[in-house]
């Protein structure tokens, strides 16, 4: 499985941007994507997760309000629509999947970066002012 993240870029304070994550490989099969962000000196944060079937998905507080993760199931392609944002969202964004085969678990349980098994390359937000 392989993931490509995409739509990265420099944004105003206020702003809006859609991220979005397609994933290809072998017959593709999850049980829950997520994404996640990284500044320089700073650890591999959870931003949003979602389960690949139904609607239950999961935010940080920090962004709660603001991000809404979704997919695209015939696309098999996940989207984060990041609004109102600010210069503490300027990241390193990742995408990431869940194997299929994993157990059931709801998006508040998948909001660890061991929770996932396949990673995106990461695409750059930057948030100006």
């Known amino acids: 499985v392989q993931l490509q993240a995409s739509g990265g870029g420099m944004v105003q304070v206020g702003g809006s941007l859609r991220l979005s994550c397609a994933a290809s490989?072998?017959?593709?099969?999850?049980?829950?994507m997520g994404w996640f962000r990284q500044t320089p000196g700073k650890e591999r944060e959870f931003v949003a997760a979602i389960r690949w079937r139904g609607s239950n998905a999961h935010y940080a507080d920090g962004v709660k309000g603001r991000f809404t993760i979704s997919r695209d199931n015939a696309k098999n392609t996940l989207y984060l629509q990041m609004t109102r944002v600010q210069p503490e969202d300027t990241a390193v964004y990742y995408c990431?999947?869940?194997?299929?085969?994993?157990?059931?678990?709801?998006?508040?349980?998948?909001?660890?970066?061991?929770?996932?098994?396949?990673w995106g390359q990461g695409t750059l937000v930057t948030v100006s002012s």
């Open positions: 990431a999947a869940r194997d299929g085969n994993r157990a059931y678990a709801i998006a508040s349980q998948i909001r660890f970066e061991g929770e996932y098994d396949y």
């Open positions: 490989g072998r017959t593709f099969s999850s049980s829950g």
